[in-house]
């Protein structure tokens, strides 16, 4: 993977866990879903070779979180974001 797309797939991750994680009042789970769906669907344009290696990234980065919240919704964000078939 190259830095460009190592540095996305990063920065994706870092947008699902904040907005997963940030307070209702804040963001509405309503509000979170007008943003994750429709990059779920421009993810389902990948192939799934592609797909899989983005999941297997994000899992990379969530072996890297110290925090168990932050480590438990970058591991759930491959599903959240459609790439698991």
Not at 2 to 18: D, G, Y
Not at 26 to 32: G, L
Not at 44 to 61: K, M, V, W, Y
Not at 62 to 77: F, I
């Amino acid at each position: 993977m190259t830095p460009l797309e190592h540095t996305l797939a990063r920065a994706l991750t870092e947008i699902v866990i904040r907005l997963d994680l940030s307070d209702d009042a804040a963001i509405t789970p309503a509000a979170t879903m007008q943003v994750i769906e429709p990059v779920a669907v421009l993810l389902q344009d990948l192939s799934e070779q592609d797909r899989q290696a983005l999941a297997d990234l994000i899992n990379q980065f969530a072996h890297q979180e110290t925090g168990p919240e932050r480590r438990l919704t970058a591991w759930e964000a491959p599903e959240t974001l459609g790439l698991l078939v």
